[in-house]
């Protein structure tokens, strides 16, 4: 089991930053990769960015250039630092983690909204 408490979202003008933290906790051991998704307001849940244990990224194309994922595995936290960040990016983040297992386990969000 992994428990994970997402930190640092708020409200910011367009243009902005923001970095959000997702701490996890019990079977870290077993975490195979984090990542970010986000959900906006009438829209389906899609995959922001992630970070495998040995530190190989995907990006969204819609935040490539403009968020970047980090972990720190000494504090068992994953990042999100998100800059110019436009209206579209309003949204709640959820932090996710896979095990090795296969299984899968979700923080209960933060919300971001982007103001102009």
């Known amino acids: 089991q992994v428990h994970l408490v997402e930190s640092g979202g708020g409200l910011v003008q367009t243009g902005g930053s923001l970095r959000l933290s997702c701490a996890a906790s019990?079977?870290?051991?077993?975490?195979?990769?984090m990542g970010w998704y986000r959900q906006a307001p009438g829209k389906e849940r899609e995959l922001v960015a992630t970070?495998?244990?040995?530190?190989?990224?995907i990006y969204a194309d819609s935040v490539k250039g403009r968020f970047t994922i980090s972990r720190d595995n000494a504090k068992n936290t994953v990042y999100l630092q998100m800059d110019i960040l436009d209206v579209e990016d309003t949204a709640v983040y959820y932090c996710?983690?896979?095990?090795?297992?296969?299984?899968?386990?979700w923080g209960m969000g933060t919300q971001v909204t982007v103001s102009s």
């Open positions: 970070i495998s244990s040995t530190g190989n990224t």
């Open positions: 996710k983690t896979v095990v090795l297992d296969g299984r899968s386990y």
């Open positions: 019990g079977s870290i051991f077993s975490i195979k990769f």
